[in-house]
Each structure stands twice: as C-alpha cells, then as structure tokens.
C-alpha cells in the first residue's frame, strides 16, 4: 500500500479566553502541471510546508513535482536512473523532498528517492548495506534525516521501518526487537526521534503507533491505553509530541485524530467535541504546541487545527477566501510560528483544482469572525468579552476592525441576525446543562456562552419569544427606577451601548416580526473568512416559534405599551444585514488512501495529502 504522511498542526480553545486567535488566508497558487506538460494530478497533492507543495502528475506517466508558493512546477523525474518509470513526491520540509520511484518490475522494485528541488538532484536511497533489501519508499522527512521502509527476502517480504541520513549506505533497519513486530513503517521524523506503525504478534496482529528514537530496541508502542482502542498510527512528530489516529472498534471504525508525549498512557483523543459537522478525522503533523490535520465533513474533508485537546478544534476551510468555492482542504505541516500549511480543492480565480494554501494565525490585533458558529469558553469575564463583542457591532455593522464579530450578520440587509453573549448561570441558576444542551453540550455553570442569532434572543435558545419579552421588559421597568442597574444582552441591550430603551425594542420587533421557518434554510452558510480559536461549531437555525394568534396579538400590544414613543426617538438604522443562512455547502469527498489488507480496520485511512496507490510491497 502506498500511504503518504501529512504533517501536522494545531491551535484553538483558550481558557480563559480575552482575545480569540483568527486565521487570515493565502492562496500561494493552484497545482497546475509542469510546464509543457499536458496533464492531470495522479492523486491528491502531496505535503506542504513553508509554501512548497509536492505530489505528482500524470502524462504518459507519473512524474514527481514540486510547486513553489509563486506556482512554479518542477518535474523532479527527468533525471531518473535507467529502469526507474514512474515517480511520487510524497512529503517536504520545505527544502527537500522525498518519494519514490517504480521500476519496470512493479512495486517490487520501488526506490526511495530525495531530490533538493531539482530533477538532477535526485539521490537514490534505495539501501546498499541491508542484506536482501531491494525495494524502499520515502515517507518524510526532516533536516538531514528521512524515514520510509524496505522490503526483501532480507526482511521476509514484510516491510520494515528505515531510516537514512542522506545517503543508500546509510539506512538503518527501525523493525522493532523488542516486542514481536512482523512489518512497520516509519512516516515521520524530526530529526532525532520517529514515528509510524508496526504490526505483529507482539501488538496482537492490529496496527499500532509506534516511536522510535535512531534503533529497533527503541521502539516504544503508543497504542492508546483506552477501553475499545483496537488500531493505531503516528504521523507526525515535533517537539516532544506525536500525533496520529487511532481507531475504537465500536465507532463504526471511524478514525480519532490523537495526541501523544512519549507514551501509550499520554494519548489524548482529538476528535473534535466543538465542532459536531466533524465525523471522524486525523493529525497529520504538530510544532509542539499545536496539531494540524483534517475531519471528515459528510461530503468532504476540512482542514483543522488544534490546542491539544479535543474541543480546540478549528475548522479552517471557513477562513477561505470568500471569492472562491471550495469543496475539501487539508492540513499538513505547521511551522514555529503557528502558521499553517496544506492544500485546498475547490474553484478560485476560474480556476479549478487544487491549489497550496497558507492559514496565518492573527495573534493581536483584527477582529474574531464567528460567522454562524458559536463560542463556549469556560473562565471567561463576562464584562470583557461583552466589550470585544460591542467592538465587533461597530454601530451595527457587524464590521469592526477589532473584538468579536460575524460577517454573517454584517452581510444580513434585513438587520435580524446578530452576535448575542450571555453567562450560563447569568440568571442565578445554569440555563443551560447536561438536561437542557447548548447546542449539543453541556457548558459549565459559568460559562461564557457567545452564539450567532436573531436580535432579542436573550437566552441564546435560537428563537424569540415571550421569556425574551419578559426580560427587556424587566430589565427596562427595573432600569428606570435603578439606571443602568441592569444592562447586557441577556437583559436586552442587543446595540451593546450599556443601556436599554426604543432602540433594543425596535431590533427584537424587527426580529420577532422577520423570524420564523422560511429562514431556516438561510442560516448557518459558511461566509466567515477567519476561523477563530476558541472553539467555533456550527450553530443550528434559529427556531422559528410556535404561539397561538392570541398570545401573539397580547405580547405585541404589551409591548408597544412599554416602548412608547422612544422608538421614533431611537430609530434604528436598518436595512443593513442579509438574512440568516444555511450552513449547507456542497462538498467535494475526496477518497482517502486505504490498507488494503486492514480494510475492516481502517476503512478509510490516513489523509494522502499526497499521492497514493492501492497496494504495497510485502506486509500484510
């Protein structure tokens, strides 16, 4: 089989949170085939890192190729040793690349290739001091460091994790000895330490993760500790953390993005928890502190970034840029500073394919777009975060420079939608908990709760209705007696200026009077430009509500009894906003590489960012 290892990247949910990190994006140029080369990709692009992507294409072959961030196409495969037909570029660290090649033999006689950017740089690997080796791949690789595997009668015809310092005189035999391994391969190395899977008597013919550090004896398994955890595999490795996927047999076999530091009982599962579209996905590569891979979206795959835990998750296909239309994306490697690299199918510019992508994290500075998602940040100060948010209103813009905001509702011409925050416990008690969910969990009693809805939803329960009357017209009541002892949204000051008159009255009439079903197909499209950090997911449609005619007549002229004359006084200015949409978008499923003799283990595996073929030399 040939599977090719992404790398992997991470960042999101902040506890306490007082500035969310956004993503602004670069597109650094579509794949297209090298020049004079008429031709299409031959699987789906390679990894990416530092603006260079790899992968291959095909004319009357497959020919390696590298592509830099200004769209340049290298064929790396015009300089190939006789008998060697067709090549793959499957991982990069920015400077150099490593593969493979097939000879005329089929896979049996694959070699390990590395190239630094040019075709006539191409070193042959394929290992000249290992008896009985005589086929190898490349799979990543890292300063003067590659790993990857070789197959031979020497090996059995299984397959065994290597790796190389540069050179065929250098390879090293990784295949584990002291737990019965039978075949492994190495995917990933930061240049010290490495990581891929073994499988064998020793870990019960499943598939585990496995790192190792230079030797066969040092092998460690990082097969999860955790009940019904039967596969494993690491793919990326950096800074004392390895990630990878992991499999629970009564998960229908979907795979879990995981988190390890050395050690089977270090795994953390990562599946995002915040993000519910997300079923099932995997880490292809860390810098330490953050991971970065892909979910699985039903219909397409959407590359993510984490913080180290399962509700860190940040869909970052929503910080693509608006002009195009895109269908998957993927994360592959993640450098120092947190910026993120991959590649992304879609159309853009009227171009169609693929294209290299680059998320750039905005630490300070520029305003958080939750579009249609919503927030749950534990620890948060109401008070703060309630200001970041009024930064965002700008006006009722919905446009600021700074804070929190959502391009959904600066895009919504009938002024209905909006960013409403609320405390959990705001009203004494938790409104919400493991017997009433926020959108499909249970926040903490204190928790900050930060949500894309209709003016005048007050409880952020996704629709207008008389306990939302019922608290303006408290608040308003209390706040003539006692003012400004009663302010905030949850109170119904929607225009956040620390008061509650006829301007708050308008927005939840104009809302209440607009809301209903024939918005729900609107709701939720995917218009944010920047994936914040702090644990976005997507918000379900605000319900439309169901009253008898006879509430609805009293509630409307209660209501216009309080509000007076101050609305002609506080007359908003509206037709600003577009109407609430639906989070539907058409995606692209892009096939995922398989194991063809572990199919019921991993019916979809590892993410090939780069190419993949169907089947592999030796092994099981």
């Known amino acids: 089989m040939r599977r090719v290892v992404p790398v992997v990247l991470l960042s999101w949910f902040v506890t306490p949170v007082t500035k969310a990190v956004s993503y602004t ?26 603006g260079q992507i790899v992968g ?38 920015g400077n150099q690349q490593a593969g493979y090649a097939e000879g005329s033999g ?59 310092s540069s050179s065929a005189e250098s390879a090293v035999d990784l295949n584990p000895t002291d737990f019965t391994v039978a075949s492994s391969i190495a995917y990933a190395t930061d240049g010290t330490e490495q990581v ?28 999860p500790t955790a009940p019904g955890i039967t596969n494993s595999e690491a793919f990326g490795i950096d800074q004392g953390q390895e990630v990878g996927q992991a499999i629970y047999s009564a998960a229908a076999a979907t795979p879990h993005a995981f988190l390890w530091t050395g050690s089977a009982a270090s795994a953390t599962d990562l599946n995002p928890t915040n993000l519910p579209e997300i079923n099932g996905s995997v880490a292809n590569a860390t810098n330490g ?30 910080a693509l840029p608006a002009a195009g239309h895109w269908t998957s994306s993927y994360a592959s490697a993640i450098d120092s500073s947190g910026n993120v690299f991959g590649v992304a199918l879609g159309t853009f510019n009227n171009v169609t394919g693929y294209f290299g992508i680059e998320w750039s994290p905005n630490q300070s500075g520029g305003a958080t777009d939750i579009g249609t998602k919503y927030l749950d940040i534990p620890n948060g100060s109401l008070s703060s975060l309630t200001a970041q948010v009024a930064q965002g209103f700008n006006g009722g813009n919905w446009n600021g420079t700074a804070g929190i905001t959502s391009s959904a509702a600066a895009a919504d011409s009938s002024h209905i939608s909006a960013v409403g925050i609320i405390q959990n416990n705001q009203n004494g008690s938790p409104i919400y908990s493991a017997s009433n969910l926020f959108e499909g969990t249970a926040p903490g009693a204190g928790d900050i709760l930060i949500k894309y809805t209709y003016f ?8 207008i209705d008389g306990s939302d009357y019922s608290r303006i017209d408290s608040a308003y009541l209390a706040d003539l007696s006692n003012p400004g002892s009663m302010t905030g949204w949850f109170n119904g000051d929607f225009n956040y ?54 509430s609805i007549a009293l509630l409307s002229s209660r209501r216009r009894q309080i509000s007076g004359k101050m609305i002609n006084q506080h007359r908003v200015c509206g037709n600003h906003t577009d109407r609430l949409r639906s989070n539907t978008q058409q995606q692209l499923h892009i096939t995922l590489a398989r194991n063809p003799s572990n ?6 595996h590892h993410l090939c960012l780069c190419l993949h073929r169907s089947a592999r030399t030796g092994g099981r």
């Open 25 to 50: 994006t670069t597109v650094l140029c579509p794949l297209s085939p090298p020049s004079g080369m008429s031709a299409s990709p031959s699987g789906e692009p390679g990894t990416s890192d530092g």
């Open 56 to 93: 291959s294409y095909h004319d009357t072959r497959d020919h390696a190729t590298v592509w830099s961030a200004g769209g340049s196409a290298v064929d790396l495969s015009t300089d190939l040793a006789p008998g060697l037909v067709k090549s793959y570029a499957v991982a990069t660290d």
């Open 106 to 164: 089929g896979p049996s006689s694959d070699h390990a290739l590395l190239w630094s950017g040019t075709a006539g740089s191409v070193v042959d690997l394929n290992p000249v001091s290992l008896p009985g080796v005589t086929a190898s791949e490349l799979f990543g690789l890292s300063a003067n460091q590659q790993v990857g595997y070789g197959v031979g009668a020497g090996t059995g015809g299984n397959n065994h994790a290597m790796i190389w």
């Open 196 to 223: 891929g899977e073994g499988e064998g008597p020793g870990t019960g013919y499943s598939v585990h993760a496995i790192l190792w550090n230079g030797s066969a004896g040092s092998a460690i398994d990082l097969n």
């Open 289 to 318: 502190s953050q991971q970065v891979g892909y979910g699985y979206a039903g219909g397409g795959d959407h590359a993510l970034v984490w913080s180290g835990t399962a509700n860190s998750a940040v869909d970052l296909q929503t």
């Open 456 to 463: 005048g939803d007050t409880n952020l329960d996704g629709t």
């Open 497 to 550: 200026d620390g008061v509650i008159d006829g301007s708050d009255y308008t927005l939840i009439d104009n809302a209440f009077n607009r809301q209903g079903p024939g918005i729900d197909a609107e709701i939720a499209v995917g218009t944010a430009q920047i994936a914040d950090s702090v644990g976005t997911s997507s918000v379900p449609e605000p319900r439309g509500m169901f009253m008898a005619a006879t």
């Open 599 to 604: 199919e019921a283990s991993f019916p979809y």
